[in-house]
């Protein structure tokens, strides 16, 4: 990948953490309910993980039994985070849409880059982080990630109060 | 979220070695990793052990897959050698056959270094017998050897940073390179430089492979390995469906769309550790993680009685040759000043003028070396290939596989090493 951009400005661990410990809301744009798919099992952990995720995809009725929505637009609530699984030529459309409905975060899983579009995301006050998986920063920062061996970069000797 | 986990600090090697994968035990405290020594782990509720099977959470099911201690072990060592995580194995071996079972199929092809460790070499043909693999082996220093022998069925590159016993040292670059003008990943064996020394994945090799047996833990009492990955290679390129197509061992799981850069490691721990078994004992992993604390001391200490008996040796008369790649005027001395700026190892061999019978007796005469068959412990070791490891072959033989009849190999301890010359001036002193 010659013109891979600068991804370091994109994977920010402080914007990856603040983003993942002040959302509530997530909008999962793509989700499948095929328990295969990469967009279910983040969808899947974030619920456990005790995040509302709202399901956007026009060729799914319902996902996790929550009524699965044809766009942002149309959520009738509001969204901290747009996590989106699509390729990234959908990318453009979905900022737009992200910025009109008052997004706070816009999250680009792996291999959905546009840095254009990002570039306007973060102009309109948006954090945004690309080719970064939700559910593998949220596992490394406050999950357990370390039980299979991953490194978590993390590095403490304090003992942990669990919650 | 608590503060004190913002990376907000790049820490140093040593702050790592003692505390990466480490953190007090958050229900009684423990400031050591405790031994946990448990074949299985009790579940919340049906949910969350289905999520776990399923991969949906990261979560403990049973001690042949994941262990709280082996975790320890595999953050520790993935975090020091630059990598994205590891997966322990019960021996380097079983962590080096599990590295290629996971990325392999039938009718693929191997290139790999001649130099490599002898066991390596007998895995190797083994395994291309038993799953109709096609290894080649190349002459590892000059990288056009490797881009010579790559073929449309290349899938991987394998070398060591350190071979065994020539000394060879690898052009980790120029040999990543040309793997990866080839689509395929370069896996290095760390074994001899540790990632004090040398990382591999910093110079552009995607896997390391590591044998703790030696220096990781340098105390000689435990045997194991372990898998580290960059997570840098792109699986989707259209020459790995064993990893980018959805799996049959995993019910369809499509192992590099799902975890993307984790892709490698989730198979070779749900399927390949899985079905293989080779797992690593929580207690081994407790006494190499006690290793890899001092790793970097020892590893300066045994760097520095490896250069000091090395270039006493190349002084003598009745030595014909000392092939450590640390010694000024080696022919990889650019190599060295590259790759391996803090020393080039502990392990080096030196041929006596006598043949055998010289090697017999010089082995005789030793008190502090102990003769065995090991290499990076804390006691320095002492072998005669051709009287112990290569004995079947006749000097041809030997000659092929770089090792001549007066062949000694060393592999230099922590001691004094004053003490380590007088001792070698005993075996000297035997050949008469």
């Known amino acids: 990948m010659a013109d891979t951009p600068n991804m370091e400005i994109w994977q920010d661990p402080e914007t990856i953490q603040t983003i993942l410990h002040n959302a509530r809301t997530v909008a999962v744009v793509g989700l499948s309910s095929n328990p295969l798919r990469a967009s279910n099992f983040v969808g899947f952990y974030a619920r ?11 060729r799914e009725s319902e996902v996790f039994g929550e009524r699965s929505w044809p766009s942002l637009s149309e959520i009738p609530e509001p969204v901290d985070v747009v996590d989106v699984f699509r390729a990234p030529d959908a990318v453009p459309g979905i900022v737009e849409e992200s910025i009109a409905i008052n997004a706070k975060a816009l999250w680009l899983q792996f291999g959905v880059i546009h840095e254009e579009a990002a570039t306007q ?13 939700l559910k593998i920063e949220h596992a490394r920062y406050i999950g357990r990630m370390h039980v299979l061996g991953f490194n978590t970069n993390t590095l403490s000797a304090r003992r942990e109060v669990p919650a | 979220m608590s503060e004190e986990h913002r990376p907000d600090r790049e820490f140093g090697f040593h702050t790592r070695s003692i505390h990466a ?12 990793i405790p031994i946990f020594q ?3 782990y009790v579940f919340e509720d049906p949910e969350s052990a289905a999520a776990y099977f399923n991969l949906q959470e990261y979560g403990n099911t049973y001690s042949r897959i994941m262990n709280p201690t082996v975790a320890a072990f595999e953050e520790r060592l993935s975090n020091l050698e630059g990598g994205i995580g590891a997966v322990a194995f019960a021996s380097g071996l079983a962590a080096q056959s599990s590295a290629l079972f996971t990325l392999l199929a039938p009718g693929d092809h191997v290139v790999a270094s001649a130099a490599l460790y002898g066991g390596t070499v007998t895995q190797l043909k083994h395994l291309e017998r038993k799953l109709s693999l096609d290894v080649t082996f190349v002459d590892p220093d000059r990288p056009q050897n490797w881009a010579d022998a790559v073929c449309d069925e290349t899938k991987l590159l394998f070398g060591e940073t350190i071979g065994n016993p020539g000394g060879n040292v690898l052009d980790i670059e120029a040999v990543a390179s040309i793997a990866h003008d080839a689509g395929a990943p370069l896996l290095v064996d760390n074994t001899f430089a540790t990632p004090w020394l040398c990382r591999p994945l910093d110079w552009g090799a995607d896997i390391v492979v590591h044998s703790a047996t030696k220096f990781l833990g340098g105390h000689g009492t435990s045997i194991g390995g372990a898998v580290v990955d960059a997570g840098e290679f792109d699986w989707s390129n259209g020459r790995f469906p064993i990893i980018a197509e959805p799996s049959p061992a995993y ?3 499509a192992f590099h769309e799902t975890f993307g850069t984790y892709g490698y490691l989730m198979k070779l721990r749900a399927e390949t550790l899985r079905d293989l078994g080779g797992a690593m004992s929580p207690f081994n992993a407790f006494l190499f993680l006690q290793g890899i604390e001092t790793l970097g001391l020892r590893m300066d200490r045994h760097v520095g009685n490896a250069r000091t008996i090395a270039a006493w040796l190349a002084e003598r008369d009745d030595v014909t040759q000392v092939r450590y790649p640390g010694l000024a005027g080696s022919k990889y001395d650019g190599l060295v000043a590259k790759y391996l700026p803090r020393g080039a190892g502990a392990v080096f061999c030196f041929d006596l003028d006598g043949g055998r ?17 090991n290499v990076g412990d804390a ?3 002492i072998i005669h290939p051709a009287s112990t490891t290569h004995r079947q072959l006749n000097d041809d033989e030997l000659a092929a596989a770089g090792i001549g009849p007066g062949t000694i190999r060393l592999s230099i301890g922590l001691e004094d090493a004053q003490d380590l010359l007088w001792d070698l001036e005993q075996g000297f002193a035997q050949i008469g």
């Open chain 1, 48 to 58: 456990r993980h005790g995040y509302r995720v709202i399901p956007v995809n026009p």
């Open chain 2, 251 to 253: 019910h369809g799981l």
């Open chain 2, 357 to 373: 019978q010289a090697g017999q007796d010089f082995i005789r005469g030793v008190r502090l070396f102990s003769h065995l068959a």
């Open chain 2, 21 to 32: 994968g480490a953190r007090p035990d958050p229900t009684t405290g423990a400031r050591a």
């Open chain 2, 379 to 381: 006691k320095s070791l």
């Open chain 2, 38 to 40: 448990t074949t299985s």
């Open chain 1, 121 to 133: 995301a973060r102009d309109a006050g948006i954090d945004v982080v690309m080719d970064r998986c």
